[in-house]
Each structure stands twice: as C-alpha cells, then as structure tokens.
C-alpha cells in the first residue's frame, strides 16, 4: 500500500484513478490545481506522485522542477505529449517515470510499484551494526565482533526482522506473520526454537540474555547489551 498524491485536471481521469488505486490498498489524495499540488506535496510528502502536464494554472513541467528544488519524492508524469524530446526534457526535469495518455490504470499501478521497488532499494540500509554484531544486508552475513556466524536463512531472516526493529518489543505472532508468512495460524513454538538456535549462535541463552531480551507475557526485542549495562538503574 502506498499513498499517491494525483495532480489532474480531468475530472474523469483523476476520478477513474482515485477508485481504481483505492481499489487496490492505495491512499489516494487529489488535485487538479498544480500550485495546489507542490505546495501539498512539499508540505505533506505521498510515497510517490501522478502529475499530468496540461495543467491550468500552470505547466506541469513547471511544477516538476520546482518540486525538485525542495523535494525528492518519487514522480510518474502523465502526459499526452509523446515526442521523444518532451519525453528528455520530463526525465532531465527529474521525473522518475512517465506515462503517454492514454494508459490503462493495471499499467499505472505497475509503473508505481516499479518506482516505489526503485526508491525502497535506493533508501534500505547495507548494513546494521548494534554492538559487537554486525549485519551485512547485501551480503547476508552476519559477524558478532571478528567471528563470522553461520546462520540458516530463518535465522538471518528472524536476526535482521528483530534488529531493524532495535529496543522494540516484537510479538510472536508479528514474527510468525512477518518472518514466516503465516498471518493466520503457525505454531509459537516455531520461533520459539529458531531463538533458542539463535541465542546459541550468539553466545547467549534465555537464563542469561545478551542480545535477545525476552518480556515476559509480549514478546521479545533485541538490544545492545553495552547500552543495557550502562542504563542508569531505577533504584525507587
């Protein structure tokens, strides 16, 4: 799901667009004023936005450049204007991808996956270190200091879900939802045993926690334990 910000003065376009995006998950919000539009879109970034060029208050390819003075929110333009050179002057402008109307709205939300896969793999981290652990994301290895551990992919999937959501408490379900695919069902005791692996590769265990901090009756988080151990103690 993602949230598209549709800059069109057709009515009927932008109305066509709003169900069929809505339809499929989308938040969709709406403008057929292009001033309008950069100034919602700079003021409340969408993932990603549909700008049409015949605008009439002013050129879309106006409002493209002067959004990307202030902002690098991704942008599909819409327009019925197919020369190769309007189509060089849109890409040099900054546009992130380009429609020529018509277009059927199964190949715009194509083009938005597209961009938004683009963006997702442009903004993700290489790389996450807490502690003494370090995660290659690219590389999918996984050091604890200068030795190299050999994780299952569960386990290297289980190890990055919980450090990308570092001090935060996880439930079991999220884990079995996220990690395992299993929104609707799946054993607890399945992640159950994949942590007891996991604590055993990290040199830990669940009477002598490290990384892996169990809340008793919610779910459990991974820390720094360096951090852990400098915490000031609540002594009332």
Known sequence: MAEVYIIEDDTGIRDSLTRALESRGHVVRSTASGMTGLAEAVATPPDVVVLDLGLPDVDGLDVLRMLRGTSSVPVIVATARGAERDIIALLDAGADDYLVKPYSTGEMEARLRAVLRRVSAETAPRRIRIGRLDIDLAGHTVHLGDEPL????????????????????VTKRELLADVWRQPYGGSDKTVDVHLSWLRRKLGE????????????????????????????????
């Open 205 to 236: 265990s669940a009477s002598e926690p490290s990384y892996l901090q169990t809340v008793r009756g919610v779910g459990i988080k991974l820390v720094d334990p360096g951090r852990e151990r400098d915490a000031p103690c609540d002594e009332s």
């Open 150 to 169: 050999d994780l299952t992919r569960k386990e290297f999937d289980l190890l990055v879900h919980l450090a990308s959501n570092q001090g935060e408490v």
